[in-house]
């Protein structure tokens, strides 16, 4: 989805914060790699504050990701000013990327309930669509 103008926008719909590590409530994160291989789909985070070591959210199936530099991600979404930062972690509601994958998938997924799962760091941002909530090891989660 491009502007006219050229801009690369944030995909439009509504973002809700989402919370599934408390600890990191308000963190600056980082996104250290984010690897698409024969071990599945990984994005690695970082947080600012090194105690609390490196994350690795495990999607075990996602259908499609997308990642850009944070400073090409300027223009605003729906809930602009619901969207309070420092925080990672965020689904779209209503989502535009939803439905222009849909489209493409040609009816192949329009029974499967998809999530976009949005990843809002420092340096990245990354969007995935799946239809699992990934998974999250680190430094005291369970794997």
Known sequence: MWLDSGEKPMWNGTYKRWNPLPRLEGARVY???VHDDWEGFRIWLRPEEHHL?????RFG?????TN???GDRLSGV???DELQFPHPFWTVEDSALVTEFRRQAAGVRDDV???HYAFLTCNDC???IATEDPVFVGPGDDA
């Not at 070591?53 to 959210?57: A, E, H, L, P, T």
């Not at 199936?61 to 990701?65: A, G, I, K, S």
């Open 53 to 57: 070591g490196i994350i690795v959210v």
């Open 31 to 33: 996104c250290e790699a």
């Open 78 to 80: 729906v809930n602009e």
């Open 113 to 115: 309930p998809l999530t």
């Open 126 to 128: 990354i969007d995935v």
């Open 61 to 65: 199936r996602r259908l499609f990701y």
């Open 68 to 70: 850009s530099d944070e």
